[in-house]
T-cell receptor, first 112, second 116 residues
Framework: KAGVTQTPRYLIKTRGQQVTLSCSPI?????VSWYQQTPGQGLQFLFE???????NKGNFPGRFSGRQFSNSRSEMNVSTLELGDSALYLC???????????FGQGTRLTVV | AQTVTQSQPEMSVQEAETVTLSCTYD???????LFWYKQPPSRQMILVIR????KQQNATENRFSVNFQKAAKSFSLKISDSQLGDAAMYFC?????????????WGAGTKLIIKP
């Protein structure tokens, strides 16, 4: 069974640009969550999607958005990038009745 | 709001010995899940062990076990017979048992160093 797949693994963008990150969950998993990991703030919850609906949202500005498709794949978008958006972005998937979250390898975003 | 605290930024242990990582949390909920995740240099977050709050019995997974003290809101991880491959960041995480909320709340992490 394939794990959670995040693409791309690495990304370098310029301030002011926008970026889209992709996450393919484990087959059968309908919940996808996104987290931002930085040395200063640690791991912070961005949002969670379940059956194409955003179910929960963390405390991030509106520049951070996401969506989920009918096949449960999810994308997150960050517009008007700032230097502080440089981080490891982790995606996790869970079963509808699941307790555990399974993580992808992350996308390392660097904003210059 | 729930919080998770890991007070040990770094721990070191001799290979083959036992080490305990500490975690405390705060919540007003009665039903929830607690997790320990491991993040090696590869960055992928790997589930180590899970504990349901309604279970009194401490969870065990091979060399990994927890000491769950619900009243004290404490959730420590014991690693027995430490191996070089155990070197990683370890994160304690909390999740509500509400079906509509899969958000994980994380501690700051503990860096575990294994001395050969």
């Amino acid at each position: 069974k394939a794990g959670v797949t995040q693409t791309p693994r690495y990304l370098i963008k310029t301030r002011g640009q926008q970026v889209t990150l992709s996450c393919s969950p484990i087959s059968g998993h309908r919940s996808v969550s996104w987290y931002q990991q930085t040395p200063g703030q640690g791991l912070q919850f961005l949002f969670e999607y379940f059956s194409e609906t955003q179910r929960n949202k963390g405390n991030f500005p509106g520049r951070f958005s996401g969506r989920q498709f009918s096949n449960s794949r999810s994308e997150m978008n960050v517009s008007t990038l700032e230097l502080g958006d440089s981080a490891l972005y982790l995606c996790a998937s869970s079963l509808a009745t699941g307790r555990e979250a399974f993580f992808g390898q992350g996308t390392r975003l660097t904003v210059v | 709001a729930q919080t998770v605290t890991q007070s040990q930024p770094e721990m070191s242990v001799q290979e083959a010995e036992t080490v305990t990582l500490s975690c405390t949390y705060d919540t007003s909920e009665s039903d929830y899940y607690l997790f320990w995740y491991k993040q090696p240099p590869s960055r992928q977050m790997i589930l180590v062990i899970r504990q349901e709050a309604y279970k009194q019995q401490n969870a065990t997974e091979n060399r990994f076990s927890v000491n769950f003290q619900k009243a004290a809101k404490s959730f420590s991880l014991k690693i027995s017979d430490s191996q070089l491959g155990d070197a990683a960041m370890y994160f304690c995480a909390y999740r509500s048992a509400l079906a509509s909320n899969y958000q994980l709340i994380w501690g700051a992490g503990t860096k575990l160093i294994i001395k050969p």
